[in-house]
């Protein structure tokens, strides 16, 4: 079983930028999609990105393609997202996920290990 810490949120104004970090333990990343959801209140919880770092494979959700962009470091193994030009409406808890192979991935349920959530909100 994988163990996840997000880190890097934060109360931004409209236009910032934030860098969300996913530090794992238990298990080497690059093997596996790693991805990032988020939730905003009274919404359900959406994928915004991942990465199968071992085959160099990133995508992304529609509605954040050329501002979200996500890396791994595999000394570290530690994934990251780079949030440019930030929207109110990307108010909403960060969420970093495993999954349980290198295939892509984009629904939550194929995520098995989940991160305890980092806040981000946006001001307008």
């Known amino acids: 079983q994988v163990q996840l810490v997000e880190s890097g949120g934060g109360l931004v104004q409209t236009g910032g930028s934030l860098r969300l970090s996913c530090a794992a333990s238990?298990?080497?990343?690059?093997?596996?999609?790693m991805g990032w959801f988020r939730q905003a209140p009274g919404k359900e919880r959406e994928f915004v990105a991942a990465?199968?770092?071992?085959?160099?494979?990133?995508y992304y959700a529609d509605s954040v393609k050329g501002r979200f962009t996500i890396s791994g470091d595999n000394a570290k193994n530690t994934v990251y997202l780079q949030i440019n030009s930030l929207k109110p409406e990307d108010t909403a808890i960060y969420y970093c996920a495993a999954s349980r192979d290198s295939q892509v991935h984009t629904r939550t349920a194929d995520f098995g290990s989940w991160g305890q959530g980092t806040q981000v909100t946006v001001s307008s």
């Open positions: 238990g298990r080497t990343f690059s093997r596996y999609a």
């Open positions: 990465i199968i770092w071992s085959a160099g494979i990133t």
